[in-house]
């Protein structure tokens, strides 16, 4: 089946940093799925995406879709303390996948 | 969005006594819905399918008599952990999502399993 695998780990940035995280699959994906999951919560949906090369905001985060649609990134631009959680990238072909997450803190 | 509700939120049993998790959709029908199990620091990971009126799809690795699912209505899953063991305990999370909204999952809170 899919899978997707993403990096960092962990990333630990001042409060005021960029920060980015990667998702990355050696076979094409159909979509691509973002979510946020608070310490102690469950993951809540952020954004989905399906077409080549789509680029999409939501205030603060950018998320793109690769061109071959084998990777995507999702980018905070000037983190805030309320950007603390880990961010998974998930892929769904009738199942969902899930990649390892990259759990993020911020210094204030 | 869509909610997703799970019940208990957190359980503490003694080793070999079996647990039910309930997950239901409130405002909306699934006829799918999927159970994940979350260890600390980690990601998610499926373990199962939940059909509504057929049995469940289960991934490779996962006992299906260890974790029975019943989907038997268009609201509401449930996942029995039998015979649990400490190793069983970690955090177990249902998803599902409206059929108009493609492949967006709505999570349930989770419920938080502990075997002594």
């Known amino acids: 089946g899919q899978q997707v695998m993403q990096i960092p780990q962990y990333q630990h940035v001042q409060e005021g940093e960029d920060f980015t995280t990667y998702c990355n699959s050696s076979t094409t994906l159909s979509n691509i799925q973002w979510y946020k999951q608070r310490p102690g919560g469950h993951p809540v949906f952020l954004i989905q995406?399906?077409?080549?090369?789509e680029v999409k905001k939501q205030k603060r985060l950018t998320f793109q879709f690769g061109e071959a649609k084998k990777n995507s990134s999702l980018h905070i631009t000037a983190t805030q303390t309320t950007d603390v959680g880990t961010y998974f990238c998930?892929?769904?072909?009738?199942?969902?996948?899930f990649g390892d997450g990259t759990t993020l803190t911020v210094k204030p | 969005g869509a909610v997703v509700s799970q019940h208990p939120s957190w359980v503490i049993c003694k080793s070999g006594t079996s647990v039910k998790i309930e997950c239901r959709s409130l405002?909306?029908?699934?006829?799918?819905m999927f159970w994940y199990r979350q260890f600390p620091k980690q990601s998610l990971m499926l373990m199962a399918t939940s059909n509504e009126g057929s049995k469940a799809t289960y991934e490779q690795g996962v006992e299906k008599d260890k974790f029975l699912i019943n989907h038997a209505s268009l609201t509401l899953s449930t996942l029995t952990v039998t015979s649990a063991h400490p190793e069983d305990s970690s955090f177990y999370i249902c998803s599902a999502g409206p059929s108009n909204l493609a492949n967006e999952q709505f999570f349930g809170p989770g419920t938080r399993l502990t075997v002594l």
């Open positions: 998930a892929t769904n072909a009738g199942k969902s996948t």
């Open positions: 405002d909306f029908q699934a006829t799918t």
């Open positions: 995406l399906v077409k080549s090369g």
